[in-house]
């Protein structure tokens, strides 16, 4: 079954490096997403991606985030200056049509990469 | 401001018992909500409702949204130890607003 692959599953960095997190979305699809979770609390949308351009973003998105499609597979998410309270799990996550609506499918997540900022 | 609120926040049951987990939202221009289980890292797929009154199955679980009452359900019958997780239920909003929105889940435990 196809699955959404993130890379690392965890990564530790010290408060004020940069650092990027990448996703290989399902091959035919077409939207891309970004979400966090922070221990012990609720799942939160980050991003949403389509065309190359970012469709949607929340109050959490500000500029110290950025996404990038570099090429036909990779989806990445890079955070400029970490701060302590970027510590979180990550979650990419992929869908056939922006609107799901058309199918019943749900958005596909991949496993998350664990983001722990000393 | 929309919301998603998922009640309880956790329950202890244990094998055979047959659990009911709630889920309120209030969304602009509600479009569809979904369940989804999460256990160890990423959230699995469950369900997605869009019409009310109609009971979406699989297994031992099933999902019915009533959008008059604004609110979803989720059973679980026969519960099984491998069913202990944490229950998400988001909801999607308008076709201009993509993202979902999620409750804080329910954290449910099958004892044996």
């Known amino acids: 079954e196809p699955e959404v692959t993130q890379t690392p599953s965890h990564q530790v960095t010290q408060m004020g490096q940069e650092v990027i997190l990448r996703c290989v979305p399902i091959?035919?699809?077409?939207?891309f997403y970004w979400y966090r979770q922070i221990l012990g609390q609720k799942v939160e949308f980050l991003v949403s991606?389509?065309?190359?351009?970012?469709?949607?973003k929340s109050e959490i998105f500000d500029d110290q985030f950025s996404v990038e499609r570099p090429d036909g597979s990779n989806f990445t998410l890079k955070i400029r200056s970490t701060k302590l309270e970027d510590s979180a799990m990550y979650f990419c996550?992929?869908?056939?049509?922006?609107?799901?609506?058309?199918?019943?499918?749900?958005?596909?997540f991949g496993s998350g990469t664990r983001l722990t900022v000393v | 401001e929309d919301k998603v609120v998922q009640s309880p926040l956790s329950l202890v049951v244990h094998e055979g018992d047959t659990v009911t987990l709630n889920c309120s939202y209030e969304?602009?221009?509600?479009?569809?909500l979904l369940w989804y289980k999460q256990e160890k890292k990423a959230p699995t797929f469950l369900f997605m409702l869009?019409?009310?009154?109609i009971e979406k199955k699989s297994g031992r679980l099933s999902s019915i949204l009533d959008k008059k009452e604004l609110f979803s359900i989720l059973n679980i019958t026969a519960t099984q130890t491998g069913d202990s997780a944490v229950y998400l239920c988001?909801?999607?909003?308008?076709?201009?607003?993509?993202?979902?929105?999620f409750g804080a889940g329910t954290r449910l435990t099958v004892k044996p």
């Open positions: 996550a992929s869908s056939v049509t922006r609107g799901l609506w058309e199918t019943n499918y749900g958005y596909t």
């Open positions: 091959s035919n699809h077409l939207y």
């Open positions: 991606f389509y065309n190359n351009e970012i469709s949607e």
């Open positions: 969304v602009t221009n509600f479009r569809s």
């Open positions: 869009t019409s009310s009154g």
């Open positions: 988001a909801v999607e909003a308008s076709y201009n607003n993509n993202d979902m929105r």
